[in-house]
């Protein structure tokens, strides 16, 4: 059993609840994302708001394009009422989830942007992750790896060469995610 089955063995396979479903649905082809940028306008955060909106709309072409080079297919799971709560059934390449890559670009450049405005997107963002594993259409690493993707699209818009402050968060998230890709054997 690889690392990714194991993980994947360990979440629930009832139904998920409304919250996780919804987070799923609404994130797809990014849409979440436009009426919390207007949500980020209205609060005063328009900047913030426009940047996350152009990482997002950058990184999700770059995962599709992923996704087509590195085809990977998606968890046996069609039978799970885990599966079944979603109105979609993708049958696309599982890696990296599209979801992840844009939520995380979003999240990013807003981030850096303004950091209050990160605190109030990071619990989207992760509840976006967490319902492609909870709703079992992605692997683990598929989710890990959106993730890192739409983190480093945020940090390539930013210009992590030109901000002290992108290229300290450059430096945070490669520390975060070096052990998960290491061999801890």
Request: charged share 20%.
């Amino acid at each position: 059993m690889t690392e990714d089955e194991e993980l994947e063995s360990e979440l629930p396979t009832g139904r998920p609840s409304r919250i996780v479903i919804a987070a799923s649905v609404t994130a797809r082809g990014g849409a979440l994302w436009v009426p919390v940028a207007g949500l980020l306008a209205v609060a005063g955060k328009g900047t913030a708001a426009k940047k996350g909106l152009l990482a997002a709309a950058v990184a999700m072409p770059i995962g599709h394009l992923i996704s087509v080079v590195v085809h990977r297919r998606r968890p046996q799971a069609a039978n799970l009422p885990a599966r079944q709560a979603l109105p979609e059934h993708p049958d696309s390449s599982s890696f990296p989830s599209k979801h992840a890559v844009t939520a995380a670009a979003f999240g990013t450049a807003t981030a850096l942007e303004d950091r209050e405005a990160g605190v109030f997107v990071a619990p989207l963002v992760l509840l976006v992750a967490y319902s492609r594993l909870r709703t079992r259409v992605h692997w683990p690493s598929d989710v890990l790896g959106g993730l890192v993707i739409g983190a480093l699209v945020a940090l390539a818009q930013a210009g992590i060469g030109r901000s002290a402050k992108a290229r300290a968060t450059a430096c945070r998230l490669a520390a975060m995610v070096r052990p998960v890709f290491s061999d801890h054997s």
